[in-house]
Nanobody
Framework: VQLVESGGGLVHPGGSLRLSCVASGFAIREYAMSWYRQAPGKERELVATITSADGTKYDLDSVKGRFTISRDVAKDTVYLEMNNLKPDDTGVYYC???????????WGQGTQVTVSS
């Protein structure tokens, strides 16, 4: 099982980024997949989830209307489209199956997002 996140970078406030997470060793179609983030000095928090039925849920009020989670099951890839980025969105972003059924304690390397002027 492997998760490889990419797409992060340095962006000005108001900018956009699209994060990708490629899964290998399992089929994401069978699992709810989530994006998490960890800001400097803070605990990792759940950002958004897409279910196996393509339902979506945004767990942070601060990202609603700005972030969109999606997936391509043919590519075993989960995306996080982030618009109107704010400095508080800064952190390392990770993806994972929502309940850890397949990844257990494993986390990918994450992708760094920095929002700064």
């Amino acid at each position: 099982v492997q998760l490889v996140e990419s797409g992060g970078g340095l962006v000005h406030p108001g900018g956009s980024l699209r994060l990708s997470c490629v899964a290998s060793g399992f089929a994401i179609r069978e699992y709810a997949m989530s994006w998490y983030r960890q800001a400097p000095g803070k605990e990792r928090e759940l950002v958004a989830t897409i279910t196996s039925a393509d339902g979506t849920k945004y767990d942070l009020d601060s990202v609603k209307g700005r972030f969109t989670i999606s997936r391509d099951v043919a590519k075993d890839t989960v995306y996080l489209e982030m618009n109107n980025l704010k400095p508080d969105d800064t952190g390392v972003y990770y993806c994972k199956d929502r309940w850890g059924r397949i990844t257990h304690d494993y986390w990918g390397q994450g992708t760094q997002v920095t929002v700064s002027s």
